[in-house]
């Protein structure tokens, strides 16, 4: 009898242990269906960015959403990603998450590869300097690599001829990164977004443009030049086609363009914001006071109005411009015609007060 007892005995206490073991797996496991499907704060509208990086581990990620108040568990959605195959899916990048999203859909989220996008807008008229600072000023590439980038023969060459654009390649991609608004994750390799201010300036330029080249007996690098200036020197889109006139007649004249903005570009890294005679006299490729001709490359990256004007200038007999100090032009045929109005508008102090270029700008918004 003894013995009988004892093994019933040891039958019970093991039944029971299994039970116990199989309701504390079923309610270990009612507890993770539970958090796989209820969020951590129901309706919740609260919103927060968590980057994932190439690499990451599951407890890093865990540990990110727990700290940004999306779980209440990171153990616990370590354990589900297991259970569900999930990790294995993580895609590095920017993502938007809630806590009052389920951890089901928190996984969706990270696993998605659709990262948080962040606007980038490339003006007309900005240069690669200005491009690389607002890029590394949003966190999206460090401007050191860019500005290599958009001067490494290694890079532009492949670029270059995979766009279809025929030798030879620019000693930089100045002129060829297309103003627009773009949208950027911050996983993106700086190559990429490069590729894609490029890949934009492609789809304005086609068979039309290379055919017009022909016509007025440019290269499509120095039409792009010569765009580049157009930008640079006016805001008003009615002038662009006049100011590429006085160029492209200064140039049959073989006058010397002598553009401000040429030579400001050719000191860039170490302009101080006030450009100087000398400035004027020192020799550089960009300097239009110095040579008689277009500088070696883009000074800009024009828009497609600038382009447009540069290819399909107005026809005029203007040889000179100054500032009515307002974002517009006088436009003269002589030198005695261009000092009169350099008198008039430049040297005038009258003429100059409580006027600026950005008096344009604000017309604009207006209309």
């Not at 999930?86 to 089901?104: C, T």
């Not at 460090?142 to 980038?149: G, H, I």
């Not at 001067?151 to 270059?160: K, T």
């Not at 006139?245 to 101080?272: A, C, H």
Request: one cysteine or more; glycine letters at 6%.
């Amino acid at each position: 009898m003894p013995i009988i007892f004892l093994m019933r005995r040891t039958r019970l206490v093991i039944g029971g242990l299994f039970l116990a073991v199989f309701l504390f797996i079923a309610f270990q496991a009612a507890t993770l269906g539970l958090f796989a499907i209820q969020p951590f704060k129901p309706g919740s509208t609260e919103a927060t960015i968590i980057e994932i990086q190439r690499g990451q581990g599951p407890r890093e990620i865990a540990r990110a959403l727990f700290s940004n108040g999306v779980i209440h568990d990171p153990s616990k959605f370590v354990w589900l990603g297991k259970l569900t195959r999930q990790w294995k899916r993580i895609k590095a990048g920017e993502y938007q998450v809630s806590p009052g999203q389920s951890a089901m859909e928190l996984f969706a989220t990270i696993t998605s590869g659709i990262s948080v996008r962040h606007p980038v807008t490339v003006r007309e008229g900005e240069n690669i300097y200005e491009i690389a600072t607002q890029l590394e000023a949003r966190n999206l590439a460090k401007k050191a690599r860019f500005l290599e980038l958009c001067r490494d023969p290694a890079f532009i060459a492949p670029l270059w001829t995979a766009a279809g654009m025929g030798p030879p390649p620019p000693a930089t991609l100045e002129g060829y990164l297309f103003p627009d608004t773009y949208f950027f994750d911050r996983t993106l390799a700086t190559e990429d977004v490069i590729r894609q201010m490029f890949k934009r300036f492609r789809t304005i330029w086609g068979e039309k443009e290379e055919a017009r080249l022909k016509e007025i007996g440019l290269t499509r690098h120095e039409l792009v030049t010569l765009a580049s200036m157009v930008e640079k020197e006016t805001g008003a889109p009615q002038e662009r086609p006049l100011i590429a006139s006085v160029f492209y007649n200064r140039l049959k004249k073989k006058m010397r363009l002598q553009s401000d903005p040429t030579t400001i570009y050719g000191i860039w890294e170490t302009y101080g914001g006030n450009i100087r005679k000398s400035d004027l006299l020192t020799e550089n490729p960009y300097n239009t006071y110095t040579i008689p001709a277009l500088p070696i490359g883009p000074i800009s990256n024009p828009g497609k109005e600038a382009i447009q004007a540069a290819l399909y200038p107005a026809k005029s007999e203007f040889l000179f411009f100054v500032s009515h100090n307002d974002g517009t032009h006088e436009f003269t045929r002589t030198f005695e015609d261009h000092n009169r109005a350099v008198q008039r508008f430049q040297l005038n102090p009258k003429a100059r007060e409580g006027r600026s270029w950005r008096d344009l700008q604000k017309k604009k918004i207006s209309n």
